[in-house]
């Protein structure tokens, strides 16, 4: 993907949690809010550049610091409505 003739973005999920997932807490070892994950894909599409981003809430097991500061994506976001 790195090597293609194309700009590929790769967002590599944690455990969804949140409203219609069917978990409405965060699971252990990389857990993602579905509206945070939402947020992180429409900043791919808006600002990503080629790459493999984590997205999920910091933790131990992986990190998303490359999420966090070429993207902007927080894993707080929630929508407001």
Do not use: Q
Not at 24 to 32: E, L, R
């Amino acid at each position: 993907m790195l090597a293609a003739p194309l700009v590929g973005i790769v967002l590599r999920y944690g455990r969804f949690y949140g409203p219609g997932t069917g978990f409405d807490k965060p699971a252990p070892g990389g857990a993602v809010h579905i509206e945070a994950a939402a947020d992180a894909a429409r900043l791919a599409v808006t600002h990503g550049t080629r790459g493999i981003y984590n997205i999920a809430e910091p933790g131990e097991t992986l990190s998303s610091a490359k999420a966090n500061a070429e993207l902007g994506w927080n894993a707080g976001f929630r929508f407001k409505g």
